[in-house]
């Protein structure tokens, strides 16, 4: 993904926030050289907010022939999207043309550089189930903790595989106009604020958020990239 050094994170924290409040995303397992396509799973999934992540998916799934072959993956999640027309992209105060504008898409994107570890024992499944729960759950839900003890449940925990996802590198990107002048981005944000499409609200905080502050003069030395202290490069041996 190109990540120019306006549009990267500004912190390690924004892009930790958009895995935990967005968890929905794309597993993308690349899986063993003789491989055309990766195999790619949308999935819900739950982040303990530092570099851990947990899912479970049905044994029937393809991903886990595609695991087996490399226990490594991609996990994906694009949010806060917004079609920005030609004319409200283009900047009058800068004598800019509307008739000749480029249009453009923001968007806030997560690429999560992933071990993976399969887990197979059913009580650390139950266990997984139990947190994925307690997630997603709405407050004051009847469903209970997931026992080994109960036939339902233990029948259904026999059918599916949990994946513990250990985070190695993020390659993150923040969409929202980086490189325009703070009064150009107050007026898009302005102009989708007025649309209010689908996700206009949540690029207009996204931009709105991320005007410089008032010493805040230059992108040096910024990337999207980000290495998670406390693990392993990519494909090196753990």
Do not use: C
Request: cysteine-free; hydrophobic content about 40%.
């Amino acid at each position: 993904m190109l990540v120019h050094p306006w549009d990267a994170s500004n912190h390690d924290d924004e892009w930790r926030a958009v895995l935990h409040e967005f968890d929905f995303g794309q597993l993308i397992a690349p899986g063993g050289p003789d491989r055309v396509l990766p195999v790619v799973v949308p999935t819900h999934f739950t982040f303990d907010g530092d570099h851990t992540v947990q899912l479970h998916l049905a044994k029937p799934n393809p991903v886990w022939r595609a695991l087996a072959e490399r226990p490594r993956a991609l996990l994906t999640v694009v949010t806060d999207y917004a079609y920005v027309p030609a004319a409200v992209n283009s900047d009058a105060g800068a004598g800019e043309d509307p008739a000749f504008g480029v249009p453009t898409s923001y968007y806030a994107a997560v690429q999560a550089e992933v071990d993976v570890e399969t887990v197979e024992d059913p009580a650390a499944k139950a266990a997984m189930l139990a947190t994925a729960l307690s997630h997603f759950e709405p407050a004051g839900s009847l469903r209970a903790a997931p026992a080994l003890d109960v036939p339902r449940d233990r029948r259904q925990i026999g059918g599916i595989r949990g994946l513990r996802l250990t985070i190695t590198g993020v390659n993150a990107k923040f969409k929202y106009g980086g490189n325009k002048t703070a009064e150009h981005r107050a007026e898009i944000a302005a102009a989708l604020q007025a649309r209010n499409g689908p996700m206009d609200a949540t690029a207009v905080r996204r931009i709105l958020g991320r005007l410089p502050e008032p010493t805040e003069t230059s992108w040096a030395g910024r990337s999207g990239r980000t290495r998670v202290p406390g693990t392993n490069e990519p494909g090196t041996p753990r």
